[in-house]
């Protein structure tokens, strides 16, 4: 997905009154009164919608990708880096399992730097997720793909480094950020990953409202009220929890099944949205209150300052759901990273039977 930030300041409120709107001001709509409380972002593949939008940064991974470069008038951005390989078809598959894996991160970043000449902002390129167990291996994917962004003459302050919440992409984060480049936390869904990402001092962090709520779904065969959500609760606790504990780490929530589940978090730093839902917000002429600010934070969780891998894994562990889904998340975002390569195999080979 893409996902397209709408605007990048905030309107303040006051420390005390009501959750609400800032006072006395009126508002056309409630997507309208949502951005003076949060950073509105559109969740979106189409390019065409993250200009109606007028986005301040995008996010893209594995998925997106793979979608909008399988696109036949995408294609030439497949035959340009292609060109762009100097090896030889018979050197090619020589010794590697993954012949075209080079050429797909070059293939994200030219997506990304398109993607950066429409927006004024940021954008976030994803590390391959087949790494999402090496520290090392993602540590050297990044500074990789912040290379190829430099070689098109984009500053590494331009762009956000998306890694899986595993311990492992944890520490890669915390290796990262001290050398100067920001992650995007991805994946996210237990308390457990939010702590450690922000006591590894990561930027932003992205969890799954949506995607966590289908797990409980499942479970219990019932649907939730928007005020009983598992995925919005998820939210309100790590957002109180980083705003009590005076993290500067960015709550950027995600992957949301209906408005009511918004509605319920507005005031939250960062909210990703659909195009169908910021619709549906902007034809509600409805009073939005506010119901996250961080001057009213407040979390019985103590600080969970150096953490640990054992504990890491001891915490994580224990939440059924968010192993599950952070698996599935892995697994879903490697298929696409495979599909893009294996496309990328079959043009090289039609172009070299052209060329004979």
Known sequence: MVRAYLEEKKAPLPPRGPY?????????NQLEALKSMSVVVADTGELDLVKKYHPQDCTTNPSLVYKALSMPENRHYLEKALARDKRQPEQVHAGVSRPYA???DQLTVDLGAELLKIV???VSTEVDANLSYSTQASVDKALRIIELYAAKGFDPSRIYIKLASTWEGIEACRRLERQGINCNMTL???FAQAAACAD??????SPFVGRIMDWYKAKEGRDFAAHEDPGVLSVK?????YKAHHYKTIVMAASFRNAGEIREIAGCDNITISPQLLDELQKSTDQLDRKLHPDRAHTDALKLSNMHEDLFIKLHGADQMAVEKLDQGIKGFVADQKKLEELLASIAMMQVRDNH
């Open 20 to 28: 609400s709107a800032v006072p006395g001001q009126t508002y056309k």
């Open 102 to 104: 080079g050429v797909a």
């Open 120 to 122: 004024p902002g940021r």
């Open 188 to 190: 996210l869904f237990s």
């Open 200 to 205: 590894a001092g990561a930027t932003l962090i």
């Open 237 to 241: 606790r790590i957002y109180n929890y």
